[in-house]
T-cell receptor, first 114, second 114 residues
Framework: IAGITQAPTSQILAAGRRMTLRCTQD?????MYWYRQDLGLGLRLIHY???????GKGEVPDGYSVSRANTDDFPLTLASAVPSQTSVYFC?????????????FGPGTRLTVL | KQEVTQIPAALSVPEGENLVLNCSFT??????LQWFRQDPGKGLTSLLL?????REQTSGRLNASLDKSSGRSTLYIAASQPGDSATYLC?????????????FGEGTQLTVNP
């Protein structure tokens, strides 16, 4: 593995179902982030984690939850998916959570909720 | 609330032309600014990171400048090539008590015609 991997690449999901998007990085970065990208709205931060064991809410956290049990993994869970959660989801990481740190992005997961 | 605007939304140029992409932000209290490239259906690739104390960064044919006081950044691409065709995103980094954040513009879609 080199960088950030996300799984699945794409998914079609029925409304009301639970779904976990996976994100793994091998760069030993402390901070990780989840964004969603929507046409006309750009990328918006959902949740973040400054270091293993801590998480925080971003701009659009409702309907999503995250956990950070270790440095490498940062899964995003939709407890009960709704059509408005149809989007492309990107996971990102940076060496530190502080200022000046470059963020690196995964390839994304395209999620469709019907 | 920080807002990031990118102009133009789309740009089409002939191969070999030098071009400038613009990014403006409303709150000058930023810590860094990052330019990304996104190919269709793909993730974001980091191009350049400018710290708030810097005025510009260069990488190959790319040069990014930052003017915090006026809330502007430009990405200069020299001798454009068809392979430069992509969407270019600008993101400003801000520091909050809970950690650092990126706020994204909606991007400029660049097409370089052979």
């Amino acid at each position: 593995i080199a960088g950030i991997t996300q799984a699945p690449t794409s998914q079609i999901l029925a409304a009301g179902r639970r779904m976990t998007l996976r994100c793994t990085q091998d760069m030993r970065h402390n901070a990780m982030y989840w964004y969603r990208q929507d046409l006309g709205l750009g990328l918006r931060l959902i949740h973040y984690s400054n270091t293993a064991g801590t998480t925080g809410k971003g701009e659009v956290p409702d309907g999503y939850s995250v956990s950070r049990a270790n440095t490498d993994d940062f899964p995003l869970t939709l407890a009960s998916a709704v059509p408005s959660q149809t989007s492309v989801y990107f996971c990102a990481s940076s060496a530190l959570a502080g200022t000046g740190n470059e963020q690196f992005f995964g390839p994304g997961t395209r999620l469709t909720v019907l | 609330k920080q807002e990031v605007t990118q102009i133009p939304a789309a740009l089409s140029v002939p191969e070999g032309e030098n071009l400038v992409l613009n990014c403006s932000f409303t709150d000058s209290a930023i810590y860094n600014l990052q330019w990304f490239r996104q190919d269709p259906g793909k993730g974001l690739t980091s191009l350049l990171l400018i710290q708030s104390s810097q005025r510009e960064q260069t990488s190959g044919r790319l040069n990014a400048s930052l003017d915090k006081s006026s809330g502007r950044s430009t990405l200069y691409i020299a001798a454009s090539q068809p392979g430069d065709s992509a969407t270019y995103l600008c993101a400003v980094g801000i520091q909050e008590t809970s950690g650092s954040r990126l706020t994204f513009g909606e991007g400029t879609q660049l097409t370089v015609n052979p």
